[in-house]
Every structure is written in C-alpha cells, then in structure tokens.
C-alpha cells in the first residue's frame, strides 16, 4: 500500500493550465464530482473540439479581481447540488495542483459566486493517494509558483 497524503477539510490548490495560480478550496467527499466557480460562460469550437471561455473571481469575497480561462468540454452533466436543484454544466478536464502534485481532474462549472469556497475538491479526485482529516486545515501548505528556466 503506498503512503497517503492527509489533506484537511480545506487546502490551496492551484489550476495551472487555467492560469489560476491559487485559489482555496473545500474538500467534499460528500461530491462525486469537483466543481469550479464561473460566471459569463460561452462556447465556441476550434478545430472541431467545443470550448468553454469562462470568468472566475479566484477570491473568496472580492469580485474585483477576474481571471478569463478557457477548456475543451469533455462532457455536459445534470448535476444535483447539495439543495436538491439540478443544473445541466459544463464539464471540463484540467489539473490540479495540490500537495506537490497534479491530478488530472473532472470538473464541472457553475457559479458560486454565493458560496464560501469557489471550488469544491470531488471525491473521485481524491480517490488515489489522498485521506481526509475533517480537522485539519490547509495542511499541505500553498502552492509555489514554479520559476522559468
């Protein structure tokens, strides 16, 4: 059995190829899915692959800062939310940086410009080499920003 990476309730993650350099996050493995917090969402197609162009407030509380990202759409999903609501998103496939590592993830995008965190951490994200301290916080520390060669 290999060694497991304990993560707490909340961690610092990064989405390097979305250019979000860190952003918190909550892990739930009460989700199936990962979810990320876009707003003004548009699809278009680029060499017949459909894209999504997305905005995100990568800050908890501050809507002053905006990083644009874009992604292939690998999939539309209904999803229920923790209220019972169900919503038709976009799903796109990126990694992610935590715990000195990338893990390429399924998320699905949705606003959650109301919600705490603007990205919740799936369980299926963390089913390899991660366990769960619902007491521990931030435990595997922010991510660094990579130096150029």
């Excluded at 979305?18 to 990962?34: E, H, M, P, W, Y």
């Excluded at 919600?115 to 931030?138: H, I, N, W």
Aim: proline content about 4%.
């Amino acid at each position: 059995m290999h060694d497991k990476t304990t993560l707490g309730w909340r961690e610092w993650v990064a989405l390097p190829e979305l250019g979000i350099a860190v952003l918190k996050a909550k892990v739930d493995t009460g989700a199936r899915t990962s979810t990320l917090h876009a707003f003004r969402m548009e699809t278009f197609e680029r060499n017949g692959q459909t894209r999504v162009r997305f905005a995100i407030h990568p800050f908890q509380k501050r809507t002053d800062v905006v990083v644009e990202c874009e992604a292939d759409v690998v999939d539309q999903r209904e999803v229920t939310d923790s209220g019972g609501h169900k919503e038709l998103r976009y799903v796109i496939r990126t990694p992610v940086h935590l715990a000195g590592r990338d893990i390429p993830v399924e998320i699905t995008l949705t606003d959650r410009d109301t919600m705490k965190f603007r990205m919740l951490l799936g369980r299926t994200s963390l089913r390899e080499g991660f366990v769960v301290d619902p007491a521990g916080s931030y435990m595997t520390g922010k991510p660094q920003r990579k130096k150029s060669t």
